[in-house]
């Protein structure tokens, strides 16, 4: 198979990336107590990661390094990094510390068996990426538990956000910037779950706009809330 425009798309996505995570990067340096903005800069760098090996594919051909580097950032590194930032946002940090340690042991366990399961070569496509090709079917078990843990936290706590914005107007543009990131994020698991029945085109068009989704709700997010209107004086 020849690849076709879908194919280029992780390019741009990719290019797009880049200047993201060093936004966020650099809002972290500003504020190093912030943990969640140094989690989100990571996410943003892993997703960027996991389209550039898409684009390498698409431009330079099937390559079994690059399959297990999009597997490991693109399915196990995909959301989680972006939703450990929403759990240093959203609780206590003893308990932020305690899932962090959980999830990067789980995703080194995962990343070994990605790298160890043989490769059914007959099963590759030239411009094309799936987990299809592992032998070993059960390594591609790893991802729904990770894709689950990137709902609960990062499209669940945008969405609790989100209702704890709207109550107040002065805050109501950090709902529709939840919106958006939630959005954002939804898009990738939906391409993702598409990948997984073989259709992996349907991943690159929606990581290009759920990165869009998440950058504008991010912009919108910092900015800072309007100061409530100072009560008219009395006219003398």
Known sequence: MRPGFV???PIVTTLLAVPFAWEIFR???AFPERLHLL???IGVATYGAGT?????TTLFGWNPVVFRSWYIT???LGGAPLAQGSVYLLLKRTTAHTLTALLVLYVIGAAIAVTLAPIDYAAVEPHRLTGRVFEWGWVRLFSPVVNLYAVIFLIGGAVLSAVRYSADPSTRHRMWANVLIAIGA???GIG???TRMGYTEVLYVT????LLLIWAGYRISVRPIAPAAAPLTAAR
Not at 52 to 56: K, P, S, V
Not at 207 to 210: A, C, H, K, M
Request: charged share 15%; proline share 4%; glycine share 12%.
């Open 207 to 210: 990581e290009l706009i759920g």
């Open 52 to 56: 550039f090996t898409e684009a390498w």
């Open 7 to 9: 194919h280029y798309i």
């Open 27 to 29: 809002r972290w340096r």
């Open 74 to 76: 693109g399915a196990l």
């Open 186 to 188: 939804i898009l990738p």
């Open 39 to 41: 989690w989100w800069a």
């Open 192 to 194: 993702g779950t598409a």
